[in-house]
């Protein structure tokens, strides 16, 4: 059984930071492409950075880069994300995801739900 659960979202001023965590349990992370995804009311659910599982490089959107950090703890089965700078359209609830890859992660830039097949509940971020 493969469960994602996120936490650490909340509500915070424009140009704070928060730290997101995905505590992963049915699968090693060294043998998933782990992600962040994020979904505004009304909005599609969108790509936020990815970490491949081979050597914990990182890749991310347009709206992450520079500002955000994924990051992993394999001993600890868990995903982090690093936001900084928030700003008011970064508010959705925030998403781990992964999918089982040691070598590919699709780019968060075009990546899609149907990509990853394994899921967390999500945890709201609050941007004002």
């Known amino acids: 059984h493969v469960q994602l659960v996120e936490s650490g979202g909340d509500s915070v001023q424009a140009g704070g930071s928060l730290r997101l965590s995905c505590a992963a349990s049915?699968?090693?992370?060294?043998?998933?492409?782990m992600a962040w995804f994020r979904q505004a009311p009304g909005k599609e659910r969108e790509g936020v950075a990815a970490?491949?599982?081979?050597?914990?490089?990182?890749i991310y959107g347009d709206s992450a880069k520079g500002r955000f950090t994924i990051s992993r703890d394999a001993s600890k089965s868990t995903v982090y994300l690093r936001m900084n700078s928030l700003k008011p359209e970064d508010t959705a609830t925030y998403y781990c995801?992964?999918?089982?890859?040691?070598?590919?992660?699709?780019?968060?830039?075009?990546?899609?739900?149907?990509?990853?097949?394994?899921w967390g509940q999500g945890t709201q971020v609050t941007v004002s």
């Open positions: 995801a992964a999918t089982p890859s040691r070598y590919y992660c699709p780019p968060p830039s075009s990546a899609r739900a149907h990509d990853y097949r394994y």
């Open positions: 970490i491949y599982s081979s050597d914990g490089s990182a």
């Open positions: 049915g699968l090693t992370v060294r043998r998933y492409c």
